[in-house]
């Protein structure tokens, strides 16, 4: 049995996804809105992420959500990137409905990961 993260710990996850979308809000003009190309990544990491596959190991599962994640950050930006990994998390957790904690958490993750893979790529790029 885990246990619960403590109130310094949630205060800690709200402030990380609070700055995590307002830097994403930030960076959104400089963005590629392809909304076509928006849609399928988006849909393709729902439908992945909900119909993942269990691996034998302890408790790991496999979907194709993080390819459409992170090329969403390559092809189209930051914003659009985090609009694909917090759609994904919020349609898992509709399906699923595990624990409020770990719904906070993989926002947080979900918002920082796409955002630091796109100003990666960009860093990159340029």
């Given at each position: 049995m885990t246990r619960a993260p403590s109130p310094a710990?949630?205060?800690?996850e709200v402030a990380a996804l609070a700055a995590g979308l307002a830097l994403t809000a930030a960076l959104s003009p400089g963005s590629d809105w392809d909304l076509p190309l928006l849609a399928m990544l988006f849909v393709f990491a729902v439908v992945s992420d909900i119909r993942r596959i269990a691996v034998p190991a302890n408790r790991v599962?496999?979907?194709?959500?993080?390819?459409?994640?992170?090329?969403a950050a390559i092809l189209l930006g930051a914003a659009p990137a985090v609009i694909v990994g917090l759609g994904t998390i919020v349609a898992s957790w509709l399906v699923e409905r595990?624990?409020?904690?770990?719904?906070?958490?993989?926002?947080?993750?979900?918002?920082?990961?796409?955002?630091?893979?796109?100003?990666?790529?960009d860093a990159a790029r340029d």
């Open positions: 710990f949630i205060a800690f599962f496999a979907s194709g959500s993080f390819l459409a994640i992170v090329t595990y624990s409020a904690p770990s719904l906070l958490i993989n926002l947080v993750v979900y918002t920082w990961f796409p955002l630091l893979a796109a100003l990666g790529f």
